[in-house]
């Protein structure tokens, strides 16, 4: 990278996509489909006793979006990324 340091993953998968195209690194998994499943995990680990069922329920079902997806997509390939 030229002596460059790039902390950021987002420029670092753009940097190889640039500068190394093939195989691409893009995945055609859609980013939402992730964001929301770390936030409701780390709200379930945070939850208050009074608190954790709820947030129990919205992890699983974050988690049953990602399982829904992955089957859906499990014949495309052998991998997610292509």
């Not at 753009?14 to 929301?36: F, R």
């Not at 208050?48 to 699983?60: L, M, N, R």
């Amino acid at each position: 990278m030229d002596g460059r340091w790039i902390p950021d993953s987002d420029a670092i998968l753009a940097y190889l996509e640039e500068t190394h195209p093939e195989p691409s690194l893009k995945s055609d998994v859609p980013p939402e489909l992730g964001a929301a499943l770390f936030g409701s995990f780390r709200g379930f680990l945070n939850s208050k006793p009074e608190e954790t069922a709820a947030k129990e329920a919205e992890f699983e079902a974050e988690l049953k979006k990602v399982d829904d997806y992955l089957q859906a997509h499990v014949s495309e390939g052998e991998d997610l990324c292509g």
